[in-house]
C-alpha cells in the first residue's frame, strides 16, 4: 500500500518554480526524518533534501534554490523548487524514517517509507 502521497509535479519553464507536497497515507504520519529525493532517465535515485530535528540538508546542486518545509498541522511535508533548471528534470520521491543519523540522510536504504513519485519536467 502507498505511505506517502507526492503531488504538485508537472511542465516548468527554465527559471520557474514549482512546490510540491508530501502527504502520508493510510496510518502513517510524519516522521523525525523527511526527505526528497530524484530519479532521472537512466540515472540512480539521488538525495536532493532533508528536514531531520528542525534542521535541513541539501544537496550542493540545489542548495540557494530549493527549500524543505513541514507544517505537522497539516501532516505534510513541502518541496520549494525555484530557479528550475533542465537538469532538475526527473521523478521526485518523498522518503520518511524514523532513526538516521546525519550520515545516514542521504542513504536510500536507510529510510522506512517512500511515496510512488511525482515528475517534474524543465523544458522550454
Known amino acids: 500500500q502507498v505511505q506517502l502521497l507526492e503531488s504538485g509535479g508537472g511542465l516548468v519553464q527554465p527559471g520557474g518554480s514549482l512546490r510540491l507536497s508530501c502527504a502520508p497515507s493510510g496510518r502513517t504520519s510524519i516522521t523525525r526524518v523527511m526527505a526528497w529525493f530524484r530519479q532521472a532517465p537512466g540515472k540512480e535515485r539521488e538525495f536532493v533534501a532533508s528536514l531531520r530535528a528542525g534542521n535541513r540538508q541539501y544537496a550542493d546542486s540545489v542548495k540557494g534554490r530549493f527549500t524543505i518545509s513541514g507544517d505537522n498541522t497539516k501532516n505534510t511535508v513541502y518541496l520549494q523548487m525555484n530557479n528550475l533548471r533542465p537538469e532538475d528534470t526527473a521523478v521526485y520521491y518523498c522518503?520518511?524514517?524514523?532513526?538516521?543519523?546525519?550520515?545516514?540522510?542521504?542513504?536510500?536504504?536507510?529510510?522506512?517509507?517512500w511515496g510512488q513519485g511525482t515528475r517534474v519536467t524543465v523544458s522550454s
Open positions: 522518503a520518511a524514517g524514523y532513526h538516521l543519523r546525519q550520515p545516514e540522510l542521504v542513504d536510500t536504504d536507510r529510510y522506512d517509507y
